[in-house]
């Protein structure tokens, strides 16, 4: 095991070359969709220009293009650890597949039965549930969350969970402010309540090694350009439950819940990403010479999350030295185990998007707003007041980009006249 390299590991992703004004780019956008590495630039290359065709052919590029879904099905088996690549389903992204799922699963469920949804969640794991609650006339309730650190009340579960609740949907780990949930001990709940689990884990792919058998959650859902892969969705569903699914889909298909024609040259990225992630594990993680791909993608989601933290305690030192500066979240160092390196912030007497477009023309890209965590920002009183910035660093970010931000934040937050552009109001 190396050493993490950060320097080899940047010039595997052409985009961190891009220069703004003259100046590198520094980003810090990848809880929006990270960049992705040539390997998988190259394999959606390949795919259109070796194997480009649709399914279920007898020819040489169908068949090409049938094992391109394959490796692809059991490569995010291997990252997620499920049984059977049978378990995997691919959509356009985690939101459209939640909603499709949502259908069948609705479908079991009878008036009055119950939906348990979190205030913390991205839109996407709580839009589908309402939706189908009000179609169906089911029972949707909400968990609250700790305002003081953005955690979930889980004191409150037990209150929620009654012998009509069907389905508990909550997320492995925050979007917006980074917290992680205990999913094993919420799964474990939900079970003993007789209720099927539904996580979002798009947020939490890109950081943490999942293990669906560990958690032994029913469904799991994440998108693979938030992991450095092409736009696609995934869907984990476990094999058992899937089989009592009625699923809603054309005839002809053979797949009771991947509809119409498949993404093919994105899912050789797919497999790509999967690889990259091995790969990191086979350099720079803690697996044994001839590791599973599945061992080797663990061994790298790990030393991810170690140089990621690391990182992450350098930009927290520094944010909590602006002056004027509210961090969202968990700030506690000793808690830092139960976040990922997301930070939630907001400058006093200026909008989140006013700091965004500031640090924009810097050439440091940074999202504001409520990115789709809409009950969060409700709840905790910023959604009319333009949310937050988010800043997230991922494995591919350097100390001197951290400390590039830090040194604008600070500018910023002084009152430069950069930090207050003239259409932006004060928050």
Same mark, same amino acid.
């Given at each position: 095991?190396?050493?993490?390299?950060?320097?080899?590991?940047? /010039?595997?992703?052409?985009?961190?070359?891009?220069?703004?004004?003259?100046?590198?780019?520094?980003?810090?956008?990848?809880?929006?969709?990270?960049?992705?590495?040539?390997?998988?630039?190259?394999?959606?290359?390949?795919?259109?220009?070796?194997?480009?065709?649709?399914? &279920? /052919?007898?020819?040489?590029?169908?068949?090409?293009?049938?094992?391109?879904?394959?490796?692809?099905?059991?490569?995010?088996?291997?990252?997620?650890?499920?049984?059977?690549?049978?378990?995997?389903?691919?959509?356009?992204?985690?939101?459209?597949?939640?909603?499709?799922?949502?259908?069948?699963?609705? @479908?079991?469920?009878?008036? /009055?039965?119950?939906?348990?949804?979190?205030?913390?969640?991205?839109?996407?794991?709580?839009?589908?549930?309402?939706?189908?609650?009000?179609?169906?006339?089911?029972?949707?309730?909400?968990?609250?969350?700790?305002?003081?650190?953005?955690?979930?009340?889980?004191?409150?579960?037990?209150?929620?969970?009654?012998?009509?609740?069907?389905?508990?949907?909550?997320?492995? @780990?925050?979007?917006?402010?980074?917290?992680?949930?205990? *999913?094993?001990?919420? *799964?474990?709940?939900?079970?003993?309540?007789?209720?099927?689990?539904?996580?979002?884990?798009?947020?939490?792919?890109?950081?943490?090694?999942?293990?669906?058998?560990?958690?032994?959650?029913?469904?799991?859902?994440?998108?693979? %350009?938030?992991?450095?892969?092409?736009?696609?969705?995934?869907?984990?569903?476990?094999?058992?439950?899937?089989?009592?699914?009625?699923?809603?889909?054309?005839?002809?298909?053979?797949?009771?819940?991947?509809? /119409?024609?498949?993404?093919?040259?994105?899912? @050789?990225?797919?497999?790509?990403?999967?690889? %990259?992630?091995?790969?990191?594990?086979?350099?720079?993680?803690?697996?044994?010479?001839?590791?599973?791909?599945?061992?080797?993608?663990?061994? &790298?989601?790990?030393?991810?999350?170690? %140089?990621?933290?690391?990182?992450?305690?350098?930009?927290?030192?520094?944010?909590?030295?602006?002056?004027?500066?509210?961090?969202?979240?968990?700030?506690?160092?000793?808690?830092?185990?139960?976040?990922?390196?997301?930070?939630?912030?907001?400058?006093?007497?200026?909008?989140?998007?006013?700091?965004?477009?500031?640090?924009?023309?810097?050439?440091?890209?940074?999202?504001?707003?409520?990115?789709?965590?809409?009950?969060?920002?409700?709840?905790?009183?910023?959604?009319?007041?333009?949310?937050?910035?988010?800043?997230?660093?991922?494995? %591919?970010?350097?100390?001197?980009?951290?400390?590039?931000?830090?040194?604008?934040?600070?500018?910023?937050?002084?009152?430069?006249?950069?930090?207050?552009?003239?259409?932006?109001?004060?928050?």
């Amino acid at each position: 095991m190396s050493r993490f390299d950060v320097d080899a590991i940047r /010039g595997r992703f052409p985009a961190l070359a891009i220069e703004d004004g003259g100046r590198p780019v520094a980003l810090f956008d990848g809880p929006g969709g990270t960049q992705v590495p040539s390997s998988v630039i190259d394999a959606v290359d390949a795919y259109y220009r070796t194997s480009n065709a649709n399914h &279920g /052919g007898p020819f040489l590029t169908s068949r090409r293009s049938d094992a391109t879904a394959h490796e692809a099905h059991q490569a995010m088996a291997d990252l997620l650890g499920a049984d059977d690549p049978s378990e995997i389903k691919f959509g356009a992204n985690m939101t459209s597949l939640t909603f499709h799922v949502s259908r069948s699963i609705g @479908a079991t469920m009878a008036p /009055g039965d119950e939906i348990v949804v979190t205030n913390l969640d991205h839109e996407g794991n709580v839009g589908p549930w309402k939706a189908i609650a009000a179609d169906r006339d089911l029972v949707v309730r909400t968990l609250d969350i700790r305002e003081a650190d953005c955690t979930l009340a889980l004191d409150q579960l037990d209150g929620l969970l009654t012998d009509r609740t069907r389905l508990v949907a909550v997320g492995w @780990a925050s979007n917006a402010v980074g917290t992680i949930n205990p *999913v094993r001990e919420i *799964v474990r709940r939900a079970h003993a309540a007789g209720a099927w689990t539904y996580i979002d884990a798009v947020h939490a792919a890109p950081h943490l090694p999942l293990d669906v058998r560990a958690v032994e959650t029913d469904f799991l859902a994440c998108s693979t %350009y938030k992991f450095f892969g092409p736009h696609a969705g995934v869907l984990y569903g476990r094999g058992e439950v899937l089989d009592r699914l009625p699923p809603y889909k054309v005839r002809p298909a053979e797949d009771r819940f991947e509809t /119409g024609t498949g993404n093919f040259e994105g899912l @050789a990225g797919v497999t790509a990403a999967v690889d %990259y992630i091995a790969d990191i594990g086979a350099r720079y993680g803690d697996a044994t010479p001839g590791a599973s791909r599945r061992d080797l993608a663990v061994a &790298g989601m790990g030393a991810i999350r170690a %140089y990621e933290m690391e990182l992450y305690r350098r930009l927290a030192d520094g944010l909590e030295a602006i002056p004027g500066l509210t961090l969202y979240g968990i700030t506690d160092w000793a808690r830092f185990g139960e976040r990922t390196p997301t930070a939630a912030l907001r400058l006093d007497g200026l909008t989140p998007r006013g700091v965004a477009e500031a640090l924009g023309a810097e050439g440091i890209a940074v999202w504001d707003g409520d990115f789709y965590a809409t009950g969060l920002m409700e709840r905790l009183g910023l959604l009319d007041r333009g949310g937050v910035v988010r800043i997230g660093l991922t494995h %591919y970010n350097t100390a001197a980009e951290v400390d590039r931000l830090l040194e604008a934040l600070g500018r910023i937050a002084s009152g430069a006249a950069l930090a207050r552009p003239a259409t932006a109001a004060a928050g």
